[in-house]
């Protein structure tokens, strides 16, 4: 029993020394009392029984502690970098994806874009051009006679007719010659040439029996009276004209011109382009009215004026088609 009661004090001792190691010194290191209490002072002279704290680890190993902390974990700034760093490459790869996207749908879209401010820039300019004509756009003046007042010799522009041999750019005006002046009427004759026909339609093969050289039956004369006169002048200007265009007689070929060179010809381009005949001087024949007058047996010719401006009463075949057609008219003044 004293044994046990032994090995009990001696267990309860061995377990208070172990919490005095744990909280304070078992001796007073200046005095040598046993603190049997535990207390963090010393019953005998009161020095301080704490124990210090636990040694800390040294140098080398606080070294070799930081060195591994330092490598297993990253610093701060290290470590938001990283946390970053997912942002970035996500920011990066959508912005590629972007880029590409731009790129191969773009030329596309651009070309709309284009066509549609083609489109937009084509639709304004036609506004403003249909606008600017609008505002351009001249009243026509009312038609009024050209040839009031007009004197011999003079020259004036009066209907219209092709003659530059371009019908793309419409009938250029006709000028015509004032031969004479009659109360108030005038007679008027074609500055050039207008055309090329024969006075009856025909053959130069054909025989001069089946001929005929009366003006009034002719096909020039109806020509004249209707397909020119529908097509060089307008509703206004047929009134001006006092009866049917017509050819010159003989008697007046000689009668309105002073010379032989007053009556040469020039024929347009479109009466050439239709088979005008021209001299070396660029001149041409053209048609009198008047039949030949070399007797009975003439029928078939009709008289002309000659490249130099010559009266040829004796005439030529009235179905030549290469001489050219001058107009006469009677206009009111």
């Known amino acids: 029993m004293l044994r046990n009661r032994k090995c009990q004090a001696q267990g309860s001792l061995n377990s208070k020394r172990l919490r005095l190691k744990k909280g304070a010194l078992m001796f ?8 049997a209490d ?24 606080k070294a070799t502690d930081s060195a591994a902390t330092s490598a297993s974990s990253p610093q701060p700034a290290e470590a ?29 879209l651009g070309g709309n874009s284009s066509s549609a401010t083609e489109m937009g820039s084509g639709s304004a300019s036609k506004e403003s051009e249909t606008k600017s004509k609008k505002q351009t756009k001249t009243v026509e003046a009312p038609y009024e006679n050209p040839f009031v007042g007009a004197q011999v010799g003079d020259k004036v522009k009066f209907g219209s007719y092709e003659q530059d041999g371009k019908t793309s750019n419409g009938k250029e005006q006709i000028e015509w010659r004032v031969l004479a002046v009659d109360g108030d009427r005038a007679l008027v004759i074609s500055e050039k040439g207008l055309d090329a026909k024969p006075i009856n339609e025909g053959d ?10 009366d003006w009034d039956s002719s096909d020039l004369k109806a020509w004249l009276e209707s397909d020119f006169v529908s097509q060089a002048f307008s509703d206004e200007e047929k009134e001006d004209i006092d009866g049917s265009p017509t050819l010159l007689t003989t008697d007046e070929a000689n009668q309105y011109f002073e010379s032989d060179e007053s009556r040469v010809c020039y024929p347009t381009k479109q009466a050439v382009k239709n088979g005008a005949w021209t001299e070396d001087n660029d001149a041409c024949y053209w048609w009198l009215s008047s039949p030949s007058d070399g007797g009975s047996g003439t029928w078939f010719a009709t008289a002309c004026v000659d490249s130099d401006g010559g009266v040829f009463s004796l005439g030529i075949r009235v179905v030549r088609p290469d001489v050219a057609v001058r107009p006469a008219l009677w206009v009111s003044l």
């Open 28 to 35: 007073c290191p200046k005095c040598g009392v046993e603190n």
């Open 204 to 213: 130069l093969s054909d025989s001069v029996d089946s001929m005929d050289n």
């Open 80 to 108: 938001r970098d990283a946390k970053k760093r997912p942002i970035i490459i996500g920011a990066v790869a959508v912005i590629v994806v972007a880029l590409v996207a731009v790129f191969a749908v773009g030329p596309t």
């Open 38 to 61: 535990g207390s963090k002072f010393c019953s005998g002279c009161g020095t301080s029984l704490v124990s210090a704290p636990a040694e800390t680890a040294s140098p080398s190993n």
